[in-house]
């Protein structure tokens, strides 16, 4: 089935640092989303993208959908303590029936 | 609008025994999913439920079994308890589980199996 590649599977900043991500797959999608997951939570929707090319900001983070509609990026501008987290992408395929399909995540840690 | 709940949050089981796991939807949701979380793994989707029928369904023994009620709320069991079966186990919930539509997580259940 669909995979969704993100790597490396850890990364380390400095505080005040930007950082980015990627999220690749060898298919097409028709939507990408960004979750947050603090430690001993459950993941939280950062940003939904919906057309290729698309550029969407949150505050510090912005993410876009890749114009081959098989990637994603995210990044975070000056970095602080609280962004330490899981980060994970996640997309639908192409298809009527697909279903949501999620990267292994990117553990972030923020050096003060 | 309150958000997904799951309960409990924490759970400790021995080997060989069943578990249960709750998760109540954001109202007006219709499709529940579930999932399992272990370190390095990432989330393995165990299953989707809408309108009390089972849509979609990972890849894991029959051990793990699920719900929907009327009312949307969902159950996850998980009999004859294996060790490796410890994990936090996520829920989440979207209008209606179709392309495009966004699922919100709850806080899950850690579940650790002595």
């Known amino acids: 089935g669909q995979q969704l590649n993100q790597s490396p599977q850890s990364m380390f900043i400095q505080e005040g640092e930007d950082v980015s991500m990627n999220c690749t797959s060898s298919?097409?999608?028709?939507?990408w989303l960004w979750y947050k997951q603090d430690p001993g939570e459950g993941p939280v929707l950062l940003i939904a993208?919906?057309?290729?090319?698309e550029l969407t900001s949150n505050g510090r983070l912005t993410a876009q959908f890749g114009i081959t509609r098989k990637d994603s990026f995210l990044n975070i501008s000056a970095s602080i303590p609280s962004d330490v987290g899981i980060y994970f992408c996640a997309g639908f395929p192409t298809g009527a029936n697909s279903k949501l399909t999620f990267g292994k995540g990117i553990t972030l840690s923020v050096r003060p | 609008k309150a958000g997904v709940t799951q309960t409990p949050r924490y759970l400790i089981k021995t080997r060989g025994q069943q578990v249960t796991l709750s998760c109540s939807p954001i109202?007006?949701?219709?499709?529940v999913s579930w999932y399992q979380q272990t370190p390095g793994q990432g989330l393995q989707f165990l299953f989707e439920?809408?309108?009390?029928?089972?849509?979609n369904k990972g890849n894991f023994p029959g051990r793990f079994s699920g719900r929907q009620f009327s009312n949307s709320r969902s159950e996850m069991n998980v009999s004859t308890l294996e060790l490796g079966d410890s994990a936090l186990y996520l829920c989440?919930?979207?209008?209606?589980?179709?392309?495009?539509?966004?699922?919100?997580f709850g806080a899950g259940t850690r579940l650790s199996v002595l």
């Open positions: 439920y809408f309108s009390e029928t089972q849509r």
């Open positions: 109202s007006g949701h219709r499709s």
């Open positions: 993208l919906y057309k290729a090319g």
């Open positions: 298919s097409i999608f028709n939507t």
């Open positions: 989440a919930s979207s209008l209606r589980g179709v392309q495009g539509d966004i699922q919100y």
